[in-house]
Structures are given as C-alpha cells and as structure tokens.
C-alpha cells in the first residue's frame, strides 16, 4: 500500500485517541475506497461497539470474523501491518522534551487578551509511548 492520505488518516484513528473521537463523527465510508474502506469500517465498528480504540492485534483478529474474498483479506492485513508499523512517534530530540513555565505574564486591554510565556527545558527528548 502507497503512503497515501486515506492511509495516513487511519493510522491516526488507530494510533491517536484525541483524533479518532474528534474526526469520526464526520468521515464517511464513501471518503475511502477498496480495502481502506474495509479497515476503516473495522476500526468505527470497534469504537462504536466497545468506546475505545482498537490494537493492530484487535483488527487482525476482527478481520478474521469478516465474510469476503481471500485477497480483499490479504489487503486488509497488509494495510493493517503498515498502519501498525508506522507509528508517528519519531522524538525530535533538538525539541522534545519536558519544559517548566519560568514566567507567565497576562496582557488584558480592551481590545485584546494576550498571555505572555517564558519556558525553560528540564529534559531533553523524551521517551517514546508504548501501547500495549
């Protein structure tokens, strides 16, 4: 499978909570085609029936209970393989990192609101999210 935008978007509905509950909602099936569209209606199947998001593992084994032919199943498989294996959890480690907020300073005039922050870095990168 291509890295292509429909692949992109289900693998932040499989690997980002925040995402998946807010972009749900508005996608359809009909903005995916072929086998994308055949794992995405695994992964709002999953969420809608058990209100959290489903492991590579969890689809693997949902694909299994699916009725279609073998290759349509061999797709799926494959894109669920890339989705699992492309985590965007890269640490920038110029960037990453904690940070403490040293000053904050609140602007109020009567046309505008404005905060003011300094931040000082307490660590340097951080460690990647494990899911299990």
């Known amino acids: 499978m291509e890295n292509q935008i429909p692949t992109q978007i289900l693998n932040h509905l499989l690997n980002n909570e ?4 807010r972009v749900i ?10 086998t994308h569209r ?14 959290r998001l489903p ?8 694909l299994r209970k699916v009725n ?3 290759d349509v199943l ?8 890339e989705i699992k294996d492309n985590k965007n959890d890269k640490v920038d480690s110029q960037q990453g990192g904690l940070y ?8 109020i005039s009567p046309q505008d609101t404005l905060t003011k922050m300094n931040l ?5 990168g951080r460690k990647p999210k494990t899911r299990g």
């Open 18 to 21: 925040e995402f998946c509950r």
């Open 25 to 34: 909602p508005y996608l359809k099936p009909e903005n995916f085609e072929g």
């Open 38 to 51: 055949n794992v995405f209606d695994l992964i709002v199947k999953f969420v809608g029936k058990h209100n």
């Open 55 to 62: 492991t590579a593992k969890v689809l693997d084994l949902e």
């Open 68 to 70: 279609a032919p073998e």
């Open 74 to 81: 061999n797709n799926a498989q494959t894109l669920i393989n």
């Open 100 to 107: 403490i907020i040293s000053d904050l300073c609140h602007y």
């Open 120 to 124: 000082v870095r307490d660590t340097f």
